[in-house]
């Protein structure tokens, strides 16, 4: 995304304990060294022959915090409560990263009081009557090698902001590590301030849960990986059920309310998707040139298809109802199924026999445990947030950028989502690996649509 961007941290205060952990100042020690608040990653990284005078602006100031830990600390590790919290839906690696955030607090900084919330902002509000987990390393131990998450997850609550942060109080915390994505983590911008009224000094860092690689400015977000592992193997299945069936077709939906990159990467990492739907990119049923059209050609000249829809795509195609969930989210109509019935239709009324096997796997994929990749990373993660925790940042987002573990500002990244640019290398490259036509639908028509998508 172009642009000058403030990256500016906001923090508690001066640091003035020393970090309990023993670093070096000095490189070619062989010790690891602590990291300064003047490090930064240039989040500007494309040079254009083109550039003008404005985004030379931006390259040269674009510049995001270092994450890791600093010599000089905020809080002293023997007076801080620090309190962690799950929300939204289940994510692969929500384990992980209450594993990592426990064993850096209490191994690395002699933390004592940890406390998990249950439930997610729900294990704030008193009328719904959970008890808090206390955490410790040997609680911890082991919750990786399982899915879900210890201490449970919710959707909603987090507009009751008075509430939780009168919680806060009374639970005298001063370290809140709030798990989840876009929704989660604007509750989360909205806690602080809310915190920062009452001039109360407490640390509020988020870390990035959005299955769905949504928030914008991080480069992933944990569980991504291994959703995507999970739905090469639901295509995999697709595909043999296709391929072994007179003009078969294996449809499967995947996640991806606003974004597809779930459904955009396992076509890629698959190699045997022929259509990928995803919401950036609108497409039409009917016409010479519409999705039924082409996959009636691809049945007859090969004899079977594979279709993967994000579950976001395709929904002018339905009955909206303008409801939303509990997180504040438009409720969607169900492509998957609409489309099952439409293709299943359309075949019949051309009286071409198929047999379709429909799929939807997507509690399955959310409810794994994580990957190894996702395993590292939400280790790496959990322990950055301690980092920028105890050393006094808030109304942070811990963030991968350009490879480097960075400090964002909480109100940048929940600005806007991230999706799939229809222009970018990756499209480019799943159009490429699936074979599908740039189009599907009356261009004109298409572009009109991808417009009006660019503008909301």
């Not at 403030?6 to 970090?19: H, M, R, Y």
């Not at 811990?398 to 640019?421: C, M, Q, S």
């Amino acid at each position: 995304m172009k642009g000058r961007f403030d990256f500016t941290i906001d923090t508690l205060g001066e640091c003035k304990v020393p970090s309990p952990i023993e670093l070096s100042d000095i490189h070619g020690d062989f010790i690891a060294n602590y990291v300064k608040d003047n490090e930064y990653v240039r989040y500007n990284v494309d040079v254009y022959d083109d550039v003008l005078e404005t985004e030379a602006d931006a390259y040269n100031n674009n510049l995001i915090q270092k994450a890791g830990p600093r010599k000089m600390i905020y809080f002293n590790p023997k007076h801080v409560h620090a309190a962690i919290c799950t929300c939204g839906g289940l994510c692969p690696g929500l384990n992980d990263v209450i594993r990592a955030v426990v064993r850096c607090l209490w191994n690395r900084y002699g933390v004592r009081r940890i406390t998990g919330i249950r439930y997610g902002y729900k294990g704030f509000l008193s009328d719904y009557g959970f008890d808090t987990i206390p955490l410790d390393p040997i609680k911890v131990d082991d919750i990786h090698k399982t899915g879900g998450s210890i201490l449970g997850t919710s959707r909603g609550g987090g507009n009751r902001v008075i509430d939780i942060v009168d919680a806060i109080e009374r639970l005298n915390i001063n370290i809140l590590f709030i798990v989840g994505g876009d929704g989660t983590q604007r509750g989360a911008l909205e806690i602080a301030e809310e915190i920062e009224k009452r001039s109360a000094k407490v640390s509020v860092i988020g870390i990035p849960k959005t299955v769905d690689n949504d928030l914008i400015f991080i480069q992933k977000s944990f569980g991504f990986d291994t959703a995507v592992v999970q739905a090469v193997q639901a295509v995999a299945a697709a595909h043999m059920e296709a391929h072994s069936q007179i003009n078969g077709i294996g449809l499967v939906k995947l996640m991806g309310r606003e974004s597809g990159f779930i459904a955009t990467a396992t076509a890629l990492a698959s190699h045997e998707v022929n259509f990928c739907l995803i919401p950036e990119v609108p497409f039409e049923l009917e016409g010479d040139r519409g999705l039924l059209k082409e996959l009636e050609n691809r049945i007859l000249s090969r004899g079977h298809a594979v279709v993967i829809v994000a579950e976001g795509a395709g929904q002018e195609l339905l009955q909206a109802t303008g409801e939303k969930d509990a997180s504040g989210n438009i409720k969607l109509g169900d492509i998957g199924t609409y489309l099952r019935d439409r293709i299943t239709e359309y075949f019949k009324e051309k009286k071409i026999h198929i047999n379709l096997k429909y799929m939807d796997p997507s509690y399955q994929i959310r409810s794994a445990p994580a990957a190894a990749v996702d395993s590292i990373y939400c280790e790496r993660l959990g322990n950055n947030a301690v980092h920028a925790a105890m050393a006094g940042k808030t109304k942070v987002v811990i963030g991968l950028v350009h490879d480097k573990f960075v400090h964002l500002p909480t109100r940048l990244v929940t600005a806007k989502r991230n999706k799939v640019n229809p222009e970018g290398s990756l499209w480019r490259d799943a159009i490429d690996a699936t074979g599908q036509p740039i189009f599907m639908g009356e261009p004109d028509d298409l572009m009109k649509k991808m417009q009006e998508l660019k503008t909301k």
